[in-house]
């Protein structure tokens, strides 16, 4: 198995209604998915395979691999009485 670590960094997609691969050092990964714990489910379904395929190995062992979302939120201001 690699020892290399791997990242995917996710960002939310107002306009599709999905969280989707920004960046990654995991090759060919591309995917999306409605919330995040789908992501992370659909990036753990895959990303074994992927990483297999692209460095030779079929090791056995799991892969840490660190999901990290990036989204932007809105604080609502009150109105200020004038």
């Known amino acids: ?22 960046t990654s050092n995991i090759p060919g990964l591309v995917v999306e998915a409605e919330t995040l714990e789908q ?3 659909v990036v753990c379904d ?11 190995d079929d090791g056995c062992g799991d892969i840490p691999i660190q999901v990290k979302a990036e989204a932007v939120a809105c ?3 009150k109105a200020v009485a004038a």
Not at 8 to 20: A, K, M, R
């Open 75 to 77: 604080a609502p201001r």
């Open 46 to 56: 895959v990303a074994a395979e992927l990483i297999d395929a692209a460095d030779g």
């Open 1 to 22: 198995m690699s020892s290399q670590e791997y990242v995917v960094l996710t960002q939310w997609d107002e306009e599709e209604g999905v969280w989707f691969v920004k």
């Open 39 to 41: 992501f992370r489910q």
